[in-house]
């Protein structure tokens, strides 16, 4: 796992860009506290910082490959392919000769066979970009998923990329300059494809390639959630996620590095816990395990609507049962609430749109799992892949003409729209943007030839949860795993799982009228008896009002400072209000606020961006 960034000028050499091009590597060095390189010929500049975990000495980036006729060929590359053997035994059979045993050189001759269309034979998470000097283009692809973050910003003769927007930003052509839009998008709990906030900044958007040259600039989708007949019956379907699940951990566990996964006693975590437990007990190794906790909050968990139970009991049954080295990372309200970790993890994330203590809490696990493992398998994804949220059996979510989480997404988490300043919530208009949001989004998923009105309503939401929610979740964990330097891997993001899952009628995915069914029937074997019956819990909240007393006290001392430009985007009113509220505020929806206009904060001392609200 690794940082790139680059820019392509036509109309000039880069070869006196040096500093530039240093200065947006070294914002990437989060990514890749390993090792650095850059390379800049012509009108090309690429910038690579290595997080090494694939054949330590020889992955080495960029990294380059003459063609025929002697021009290079450079890759800046960042991510796993997990088939990569398989790939670059094919390429040998086709020819090539390697130097290195890393991944990224089979990334890069696969480009010189098939062109663009490797990205079609990787199976992986990956973000690259590929300098093809004799064609004089840039080819910049992504993962299926959004695994990895990939941005870009044209400029006049060319365009800029990154892992993350901190490196375009750098660079003294891309202005740091958010409109309208850019907040709606951090306000609006939605996932706009392609969308970046920072005006003139677009994602590489999942599954697709963007060419640039001097042409301008194409985008060509190779991979897209399809809808295809299931043919399968219930046992085949539960075997069939069994056969995918193993060979998908097993690929996932491949590393040159210490590994671990993260447990949390939910069912997602926990199976592929389990099965990175027995696959590498076959060999004698015994898996790591780390779980988040609070302090006291085992012992005094309130239960509410959305977790009824404490994770930690059932993360224990799960180290049990599969004999891992287990260790719990447990938390205070003082490193929750401390403004460092607040600006450390907007640095991260490069934009507030955060979750507030889950976010620190997610930076902090993050850290603390860094000291003992360079690679972490994660949970994270199958509630979208299988239906494990709460709204896929609310009968009001599942007929909602909008994006079903956001159906009670403020009774939940809280609704972070009040604190706007009114004029400006006038101008941003929310209820439209998701409305119009929403539309777009249906309008691409196709109907099978005689599904049921019910049915083709849960592959909407389906559809709309792997395409639009997830990517929310995985960009969260992507920047804060790597903002420590630690790689997190993502078993149910694989597209094979994907699909299949995806086209899987409702009904067998719920056949026993619980989330995730086939989930659940296909690790029964090694899931603890409490695991395999618990009752879906999100990631955990702090519930010590410690906390919220401290946000308080931060939003005084943002009030003390009258002419901040947060006070451009938050009433002041509405912040005086909750940060003298006398009733402790210990609940995740009664902190929301709070929290956003902290985060705002952070940010515009951090990225002094220009704001164009009007």
């Not at 399809?226 to 491949?254: F, K, P």
């Not at 920047?479 to 997190?488: H, P, Y």
């Not at 402790?584 to 929290?595: D, F, M, N, V, Y």
Request: charge should be negative; hydrophobic fraction near 40%.
């Amino acid at each position: 796992m690794c940082g790139i960034t680059g820019w392509i000028s036509f109309d000039r050499d880069l070869r006196s860009e040096q500093e530039t091009v240093d200065a947006m590597t070294e914002t990437m060095s989060c990514r890749g506290p390993d090792d650095r390189g850059t390379w800049v010929q012509g009108p090309a500049a690429l910038g690579h910082r290595r997080l090494a975990i694939i054949d330590l000495p020889g992955g080495r980036q960029p990294m380059t490959v003459q063609q025929a006729d002697g021009s290079p060929v450079a890759i800046v590359y960042s991510g796993e392919a997990y088939n990569y053997r398989e790939l670059r035994e094919e390429l040998v059979g086709r020819g090539h000769r390697f130097t290195t045993e890393s991944d990224t050189e089979v990334v890069l001759r696969g480009y010189l066979e098939w062109g663009e269309a490797v990205a079609e034979r990787l199976n992986g998470m990956y973000a690259f970009a590929v300098w093809d000097e004799w064609r004089r283009r840039l080819v910049m692809v992504r993962d299926r998923m959004g695994i990895k973050p990939f941005y870009y910003y044209e400029t006049p003769d060319g365009v800029l990329f990154g892992s993350e927007p901190k490196a375009i930003l750098a660079n003294p052509l891309a202005e740091p300059r958010v409109g309208l839009d850019g907040v709606r998008e951090m306000f609006a709990f939605v996932k706009t494809p392609g969308h970046a906030v920072w005006d003139g900044m677009h994602e590489v958007e999942p599954g697709t390639v963007v060419t640039v040259d001097r042409g301008g600039l194409r985008r060509h989708v190779y991979w897209s959630l399809e809808t295809r007949a299931h043919e399968d019956d219930r046992d085949t379907s539960v075997a069939h996620v069994r056969t995918l699940l193993d060979d998908i951990v097993r690929r996932q566990l491949v590393s040159d590095v210490p590994r671990c996964t993260l447990l949390s006693g939910g069912l997602d975590s926990s199976a592929m816990t389990a099965l990175a437990a027995r696959q590498l007990g076959e060999t004698g190794e015994t898996v790591r395990s780390f779980a988040v906790d609070f302090v006291g909050q085992t012992e005094h968990f309130v239960a509410d609507d959305l977790r009824a139970t404490p994770d930690t009991p059932y993360v224990h049954d799960v180290a049990r049962l599969s004999g891992t080295d287990h260790q719990d990372i447990v938390l205070d309200s003082d490193a929750l609430a401390d403004p460092e970790v607040r600006a450390k993890v907007i640095r991260a994330r490069d934009i507030p749109v955060g979750f507030g203590d889950m976010d620190s809490s997610l930076y902090l696990l993050f850290k603390a799992i860094r000291q003992h493992s360079t690679v972490a398998l994660s949970g994270e994804s199958a509630d979208e892949v299988f239906g494990g949220y709460k709204q896929f059996f609310d009968e009001e979510a599942r007929q909602a003409d909008t994006f079903p989480w956001l159906v009670r997404v403020a009774e939940h988490f809280g609704d972070d729209g009040d604190i706007l300043v009114p004029a400006l919530a006038d101008s941003l208009d929310l209820p439209s943007y998701v409305r119009d949001g929403y539309r777009t989004a249906v309008k691409d998923v196709r109907r099978l030839d005689g599904e049921s009105d019910f049915e083709y309503r849960m592959r909407k939401m389906s559809y709309l949860h792997l395409t639009r929610f997830v990517r929310i979740l995985l960009d969260r964990k992507d920047r804060a795993s790597m903002a420590v330097g630690l790689e997190v891997r993502v078993p149910f993001c694989d597209h094979r799982l994907v699909e299949y899952v995806y086209n899987t009628p409702w009904a067998l995915k719920s056949f026993d009228g619980r989330e995730k069914s086939l989930l659940r029937e296909a690790t029964a074997d090694v899931l603890p008896k409490s695991v395999y019956d618990r009752v879906k819990s999100p990631y955990p909240s702090t519930q010590d009002p410690k906390y919220a007393v401290a946000l308080q006290q931060h939003a005084k001392d943002l009030l003390a400072r009258s002419s901040h430009p947060v006070f451009e985007i938050v009433d002041r009113d509405w912040l005086k209000r909750a940060a003298e509220h006398a009733a402790p505020q210990s609940t995740q929806a009664s902190r929301k606020g709070l929290e956003k206009t902290l985060d705002l904060a952070q940010w515009l001392d951090i990225y002094r961006p220009r704001l164009t609200l009007s």
